[in-house]
């Protein structure tokens, strides 16, 4: 389980701080596929980077926490930011927006598994025993092992991402992370992948997290989703019922965008554009583009919260609805 506490993170720049995420709180269960949405520059990878551990400086936690937490061979375990970093590969994984940026080119894919796995996973093995192991886990995934002799440069898109997901995977991570990971690949390749990460996370009963801005990825595969608005989350909940349901005039004007199969209606985006994270409004973000926004909006932030048993929104307009239902 990966649980997000308080947490704020900032860029420290020459021209003030960029506060990228405010205030965030929420938990990723152990056997989901969890989706990650929003326009470009709401703090998705941001917040992704966060869950993975890479803070690096300018990028800055100035308060909060995360917390990964689970359970292998028999033995519980739990890290926190700063520490995540240690388990890398071994209980938490990352599948990066552009495999090809993490494959060396010119190097034989053979060696970049060799060279990724941790020692302590290798288990005094020859490099020819733990590449058969590799061969093996690759043709649980319907993966020709020959790619191993490949160098990325032979390999099409599609196919390095999936090298990719293998070797992010191979070590049984209890939670895998993937940055849009159909981003550039055409639609029947994407079906393929997205077919892949379902496939796996079933097998190894772990936690997958996908950002992505492509709300029909999410629709797809994910099982719960956050949507985020300029730094916190908008509105949680199940997928289905973010799109069946929504409640966060944000959520009912992105799902309301959406084009339906078989319709003949141009459906029109959003007005406006989200702030820019270095002067934001005050009170409600979303203020200055939503048709619901009063003076209580402008002024003063909404509080997330449970609304209703397993959904979570930020919204005065939804305080009603938490009265009533106690
Ligand atoms: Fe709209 Fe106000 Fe709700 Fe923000 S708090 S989404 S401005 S109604």
Redesign the pocket.
């Given at each position: 389980m990966l649980k997000i506490e308080n947490l704020s993170t900032s860029y420290k720049t020459i021209d003030g701080d960029i506060h990228v995420l405010k205030d965030i709180n929420f938990e990723i269960k152990d056997n989901e596929i969890f989706g990650i949405a929003g326009e470009s520059g709401c703090g998705k990878t941001t917040l992704l980077n966060t869950l993975y551990d890479i803070v690096d400086y300018p990028l800055v936690i100035d308060q909060g926490r995360v917390v990964l937490e689970g359970e292998k061979d028999g033995k519980k375990y739990s890290f926190e930011s700063g520490k995540i970093r240690d388990t890398w590969w071994n209980n938490i994984a990352y599948v990066p927006q552009a495999a090809q940026s993490v494959l060396n080119p010119i190097v034989r894919l053979k060696t970049q598994f060799l060279d990724s796995i941790p020692k302590d996973q290798k288990k005094n093995e020859k490099p020819e025993e733990t590449l058969a192991r590799v061969a093996d886990y690759l043709k649980e995934l319907n993966l020709s092992p020959d790619v191993l002799e490949s160098f990325p440069f032979q390999l099409s898109g599609g196919m390095r991402q999936r090298a990719i997901i293998a070797l992010a995977t191979f070590m049984s991570p209890g939670v895998v992370l993937a940055d849009e990971p159909t981003t550039a690949l055409d639609v029947v390749v994407q079906k393929g992948i997205l077919m892949m990460l379902m496939r796996l996370q079933k097998q190894l009963k772990n936690t997958m997290i996908i950002v992505s801005h492509d709300m029909g990825v999410h629709y797809q595969i994910t099982d719960r989703m956050a949507i985020m608005y300029s730094g916190s989350i908008?509105e949680l909940g199940k997928t289905e019922d973010i799109f069946n349901d929504p409640i966060?005039?944000?959520t009912k004007m992105l799902v309301d965008a959406l084009p339906r199969v078989g319709e003949d209606v141009q459906r029109v985006g959003i007005a406006g554009r989200p702030p820019a994270l270095k002067n934001p409004p005050p009170?409600?973000?979303?203020?200055p583009r939503?048709?619901?926004?009063?003076d209580?909006?402008?002024s003063e932030v909404?509080k997330f919260r449970e609304i209703r048993p397993g959904r979570f929104a930020?919204?005065?307009?939804?305080e009603e609805e938490v009265k009533t239902n106690g």
């Open positions: 908008a966060h005039p944000y009170g409600c973000r979303f203020a939503c048709p619901h926004a009063t209580r909006c402008r909404p930020a919204c005065h307009l939804l």
